[in-house]
């Protein structure tokens, strides 16, 4: 058995080589929330904006065979919709882009906040911005919408005043929640990615953890953490139509008012909710190409 062994052909030692340079590459992991953490942009970007024509074209073929039973056409449809267009896209996706630009304000402050206390050394803050990112981050949106929604309250008397808090404020509080803790993750991972020397060369130069962290791992995470950052935008703008469900008058909510104004014809489905896809596409599809080229500029080129 062992002779055996001894006899066993070893490529490049005891035969010929399989290849003319043959290396071992090193193993690659790639940490969560990291550069090339983009399923959401790579899918988006790789959409064929044709193919979007093409689905809305073929749902149309529904509403136009319902016209021979009713006398509500599709072009009194889209004639409503042409109609209806400043209303919904000047309060109601105004209102979307409104809350999608505040909650990722709010996320990322409080997740680099969160992401910096994942690597700190005191053992107990690190616990707990782990326990803090784990809950948010596995939790779904809309029970954290229920819960914001219910437990805020509506005002706050403070006496001599009353501060009313609208339903949109407190919907960027609940939405904030995940995004906290995935931007947490982005930060976390960012500063894991740089190599361990750049922490021994400013250890070796008397630097401390503080100004190693701020002055030479930061800037070097910036880069790596903007794609991932963009992905959770466009994620989170196509999530705000969540909001829609707890009464906040965004796009979907208008929309629905809109065609009960119109006394709810089947035929103004596929204008209204086919226009709500197509805007938020039209919105999140460039988001997603950039940060796909921004992607390809930051990686690491070994």
């Known amino acids: 058995m062992r002779r055996a062994r001894l006899q066993r052909a070893i490529p490049g030692v005891t035969a010929a080589a399989q290849t003319d340079l043959p290396v071992l590459l090193p193993f690659r992991a790639v940490p969560a929330g990291g550069a090339s953490d983009l399923q959401f942009s790579r899918w988006l970007a790789s959409c064929n904006p044709w193919a979007l024509g093409a689905l809305i074209a073929l749902a149309a073929v529904w509403p136009v065979a319902a016209m021979a039973q009713g006398g509500y056409t599709m072009a009194r449809a889209f004639d409503a919709l042409w109609r209806w267009l400043p209303f919904i896209v000047g309060q109601g996706f105004a209102l979307n882009i409104l809350i ?8 990322t402050a409080a ?7 994942q690597v700190s050394l005191i053992r107990p803050v690190r616990q707990f911005a782990w326990f803090i990112t784990q ?10 919408l229920f819960i914001v929604m219910l437990a805020f309250p509506f005002e706050i008397d403070l006496g001599f005043t009353i501060i009313k808090i609208p339903d949109w404020i407190k919907a960027v509080f609940g939405l904030s929640l995940p995004i906290m803790a995935n931007i947490s993750e ?3 991972g960012a500063i894991q990615s740089v190599p361990t020397g750049q922490w021994e060369a400013a250890e070796s130069l008397a630097y401390s953890r503080s100004q190693t962290l701020w002055r030479i791992i930061l800037p070097q995470c910036f880069k790596r953490m903007i794609p991932p950052w963009m992905n959770w935008y466009a994620i989170l703008t196509m999530a705000t139509p969540l909001v829609s469900l707890l009464g906040v008058e965004e796009l979907v909510t208008l929309s629905r008012q809109a065609m009960e104004a ?10 209204f909710f086919g226009f709500a896809l197509v805007i938020f596409f ?21």
């Not at 999608?100 to 996320?107: I, K, Q, R």
């Not at 809950?135 to 954290?144: C, D, G, I, K, Q």
């Not at 997603?288 to 080129?301: G, Y």
Request: charged share 15%.
């Open 100 to 107: 999608s630009f505040a909650t990722m304000v709010v996320g």
């Open 111 to 117: 997740g680099v906040v969160l992401g910096l206390w």
């Open 135 to 144: 809950l948010f981050r596995n939790s779904p949106w809309l029970v954290l």
């Open 186 to 188: 982005i930060v976390r």
């Open 262 to 271: 119109e006394d709810n014809h089947p035929e103004l489905l596929i204008p």
């Open 282 to 302: 039209a919105y999140c599809y460039p988001i997603a190409r950039i940060t796909m080229a921004l992607e390809r500029k930051f990686q690491v080129k070994l």
